[in-house]
């Protein structure tokens, strides 16, 4: 899930939209709100954001070290107008990537991914994944296996990217539909990450030869490669 933060109501809800578009669960919130809802959130639902994409409103070079205090994932800013000046003040205040509105938001996945490489190697999955018969892009390209495609549905693709990013950690069926489906969602149950996981666990079974997800009643599942 991604949060977008903008003082304008247009620009936080477009790529709020343009997220849920690319199948990805997101939450548009206005400056004021997004503190509010920083300082309140629970673990659980800090736990699900993928990444913060921080547009133009007064003090955003202050929230970076905010957000770091609750959460590892990438601080992305949405600039109006390329500025060296502001750009270096970003990175200075910890941002970990500025980018020139209008981008389309499968950038900002991959860069996203990017950063999550850079601050996360001694546990990130891709990096694990890329030498693997598995490879997985985190970007909307299609996951691979021996260098073939395997077409997933966004849903099941999305499921199998947050459980290799945390591989071997154990991930409550909560916690993957609160990072898939997004964390206020209310038109599905939680329960429909059984069914979605029960798929993907026999696709990826039937390619690969084995199970890479283990799954624990009651406990949850966790990607073991």
Known sequence: MYIVVDERQVVASGYAANFEREGVSSLGLFSEEFHEWLSTASNSDLDAVQGFVLGEFPQRASCANSIRRHSKAPIIALCEERSLDETLDLFTAKFDDVVRKTVHVREILARSEAVWRRVNTSSNAKADSDSARLKVYF????????????????????????L?????????????????????????????????????RK???????????????YIGYSYIG
Do not use: M
């Not at 696709?203 to 009643?217: H, M, N, S, T, V």
């Open 139 to 162: 970007d909307g390209r299609d996951v691979e296996i021996d260098g073939e495609c395997l077409n997933l549905p966004r849903r099941e693709r999305h499921i199998l990217e947050y």
């Open 164 to 200: 290799v990013r945390n591989k071997g950690r154990r991930l409550t069926k909560l916690q993957i539909f609160n990072a898939v489906y997004g964390i206020y969602s209310s038109e599905v149950e939680d329960s429909v990450v059984e069914g979605h996981v029960s798929k993907l």
């Open 203 to 217: 696709k990826l079974r039937q390619r690969l030869g084995y199970d890479p997800i283990e799954a624990k009643r």
